[in-house]
């Protein structure tokens, strides 16, 4: 696998087991979705029955992340154009 792929913990990753999302991360994701839908609208946005709702909002995500040691980032998203990636490989 390329260094620079996207490896997503889904939501999926949750349901079933409170601790999914952080065993995935340690299994090698390395990218997070989590579910910021206004609790208002949240019963029309129901994509796994049963999911655990986060609880406190974002903190204790931010603070499972950074126990693991990672670093959230700050921009985009994007991936590195190949022609970027591939120079870090030649190094």
């Known amino acids: 696998m390329t260094g620079d792929t996207h490896l997503p ?3 999926a990753s949750g349901v ?8 995935a991360l340690l299994a090698g994701a390395n990218v997070i979705m989590p579910d ?4 208002k609208y949240r019963k029309y946005y129901e ?9 406190g909002g974002m903190e204790p995500l931010i603070l499972m992340i950074n126990s693991l040691g990672r670093v959230i980032g700050r921009g985009a998203g ?14």
Not at 48 to 54: A, L, N, T
Not at 78 to 91: L, T, Y
């Open 9 to 11: 913990a889904t939501t």
């Open 16 to 23: 079933l087991d409170p601790q999914g999302r952080k065993k």
């Open 36 to 39: 910021i839908t206004p609790l």
């Open 47 to 55: 994509i796994y029955p049963g999911k655990r709702q986060s609880q």
């Open 78 to 91: 994007n991936r590195r154009p190949h022609s970027e990636a591939f120079e870090d490989r030649k190094g």
